[in-house]
T-cell receptor, first 112, second 112 residues
Framework: SQTIHQWPATLVQPVGSPLSLECTVEGTSNPNLYWYRQAAGRGLQLLFYSVGIGQISSEVPQNLSASRPQDRQFILSSKKLLLSDSGFYLC???????????FGSGTRLTVV | RKEVEQDPGPFNVPEGATVAFNCTYSNSASQSFFWYRQDCRKEPKLLMSVYSSGNEDGRFTAQLNRASQYISLLIRDSKLSDSATYLCVVPLYGGSQGNLIFGKGTKLSVKP
């Protein structure tokens, strides 16, 4: 069966520090991968998606970047965090069928 | 009209009650729709899919009204365990690969 792993679960980082969140998927190949952010009191916002190795699309301009070095690995990064980067970051995968997303357990990031 | 709009609630209902949530969407070309459930501080999980006029799964019924561009979720015989936030989700066709637009969610609280 397919599983998705995301870590760390919580993270407190100072403003200006770098960020690296990792997401891996098991039990499937060539998944579509997504990074979403959920800020307090707001809906899920799509940040990046990837349909294959090295293929990254950004949905909104921001202080973050994403990479997909391997088929089942998706990384979210920042060189310098801002206070506004705080939120609940969720990685998700889908087999390509719209709607059938499986989310990781999320990373709750607090920038102080 | 916003892409996906939901009543944020909260809906406070007693156990055993029937409760319904509505969701309106702006993209008339959307063909499929989804309800996700998100527990507090957890990741969203797929609850139901709606591909035609409606779908029923036990106590849960999802209905689609294409003419008016809204979908609804009906929960019968509410349980304490139904307390969660329910997210209305619409795929963004014509753009990204299977990307989803999430509503901000409707919070349900079922009381004893």
């Amino acid at each position: 069966s397919q599983t998705i792993h995301q870590w760390p679960a919580t993270l407190v980082q100072p403003v200006g520090s770098p960020l690296s969140l990792e997401c891996t998927v098991e039990g499937t190949s060539n998944p579509n991968l997504y990074w979403y952010r959920q800020a307090a009191g707001r809906g899920l916002q799509l940040l990046f998606y990837s349909v294959g190795i090295g293929q990254i699309s950004s949905e909104v301009p921001q202080n973050l970047s994403a990479s997909r070095p391997q088929d089942r690995q998706f990384i979210l990064s920042s060189k310098k965090l801002l206070l506004s980067d705080s939120g609940f970051y969720l990685c998700a995968w889908s087999p390509g069928t719209p709607g059938s997303y499986t989310f990781g357990s999320g990373t709750r990031l607090t920038v102080v | 009209r916003k892409e996906v709009e939901q009543d944020p609630g909260p809906f406070n209902v007693p156990e055993g009650a029937t409760v319904a949530f509505n969701c309106t969407y702006s993209n008339s070309a959307s063909q499929s729709f989804f309800w996700y459930r998100q527990d507090c501080r957890k990741e969203p999980k797929l609850l139901m899919s709606v591909y035609s006029s409606g779908n029923e799964d036990g106590r849960f019924t999802a209905q689609l009204n294409r003419a008016s561009q809204y979908i609804s979720l009906l929960i019968r015989d509410s349980k304490l365990s139904d307390s969660a936030t329910y997210l209305c989700v619409v795929p963004l066709y014509g753009g990204s690969q299977g990307n989803l637009i999430f509503g901000k969610g409707t919070k349900l609280s079922v009381k004893p």
